[in-house]
């Protein structure tokens, strides 16, 4: 929506203070979310381990130079969204290769 709006009458109806929080929060959802998800993959133990950090480290390495105020050169910001494209890419990868692979099943949490 704030894309629409900001097409539709410039930069400057975007840049109220809402748009500010909004950024923020989709940042910190964003960053939450894959920190969760790739925890998850990695306890999980049936995707590479090292792809799940990858995917969940990234995120939120961004989330934290985006409020460090390191957001504005694109050599900085390159790291942290190759590691999560690497990441991505690496899972991906792990699942396409699993093909003609049973599954056994869940294991339990609790032994």
């Known amino acids: 929506m704030i894309v629409v709006v900001g097409l539709a009458v410039g930069d400057q109806a975007t840049m109220g203070i809402l748009d ?3 950024h923020m929060l989709s940042h910190a959802f964003y960053a939450l979310g894959s920190l969760l998800l790739g925890v998850a993959t990695y ?6 381990k090292a792809a799940a950090i990858l995917m969940a ?3 939120a ?3 934290a130079m985006f409020m ?9 910001l390159l790291p942290p ?7 991505w890419m690496w899972l991906g990868y792990a699942l396409l290769s ?3 692979k049973s ?6 949490v609790v032994q």
């Not at 306890?43 to 590479?48: K, N, Q, Y």
């Not at 969204?81 to 990441?87: E, K, N, P, R």
């Open 57 to 59: 480290v990234g995120p």
């Open 68 to 76: 460090a105020g390191l957001n504005q050169s694109m050599a900085l």
């Open 61 to 63: 390495w961004l989330f």
């Open 20 to 22: 500010m929080i909004a």
């Open 98 to 100: 699993e093909k003609g």
């Open 81 to 87: 969204v190759m590691a999560t494209a690497f990441g």
């Open 103 to 108: 599954f056994a099943g869940p294991r339990p």
């Open 43 to 48: 306890r999980a133990a049936i995707l590479p």
